[in-house]
């Protein structure tokens, strides 16, 4: 019998994997002095969808070759870019009015829906646990929760299913007691590898990622929002 659903924030209720991606491609055009937001950061986030913080910021740095504009820092370049693009994310591109205007309203349709029948409703985040705050405050769903996770709350990031194993205990769940909603690959691994049943929506990252894993049955991968109803309705009844 299902008792809870835990929700993914970034690309799963709302689409700040969007915004994060652009502001890293507005600070690396400030760092290598171009003329437009380096596209390239998008090409790379995109690939990495829902990994934490450090590995994205580490592939950025590699791959578009920052290291050498972030020399005169004592932090690691990686660690810099982090701090430089979270203050660019919040200035520019996390606002109020950004944050809602890029809402996945299906699954924050199901969030709601769910909350109102009883069920425990919790969110569990590769986000650090304040800026998670914000953007579920922002976006109106801070009252439904019962449980919210940061990246900070846990040891070992997605894919690892520290996270939700955690949000399990915190509800106060089994994990076969759970279904899990997920945008990308990497954070379905982590439901999965925690023994919980997992719903993965694409969003506008992760569809080819979710294509091509093979952890999940393609069945409970939704590709378009109208779906998302009976594919929840048939895995409830698959659970009892």
Known sequence: MIRAFIFDLDGTLVETELLKAQAYAAVSQTLLGLDAPDE???DVYRRIVGATDETAARAMVDEL???SA???????????LIRLQAKRYRSDFASGDGLRSVVYHHAIDLLRDQAA???AVAVATSSQTEAADR???EIGISDLLDVLVGRDQVING??????YLKTAELLRVSPDEVIVIEDSATGLEAAVRAGMRCIAIASAFSGDGLRTQ???QQEYCVYQAENLTGVVQRLL????
Not at 158 to 163: A, H, L, M, N, V
Request: no cysteine.
């Open 70 to 80: 972030m020399h005169e820092s004592e932090e690691e370049p990686w660690q810099t």
């Open 135 to 137: 953007v579920t405050e």
């Open 158 to 163: 997605k894919p690892d299913p520290e996270i």
């Open 65 to 67: 070759g920052l290291a």
């Open 214 to 216: 093979t952890l999940l």
């Open 40 to 42: 390239r950061a998008i």
């Open 117 to 119: 029948s009883e069920m």
């Open 237 to 240: 009844v698959e659970a009892g």
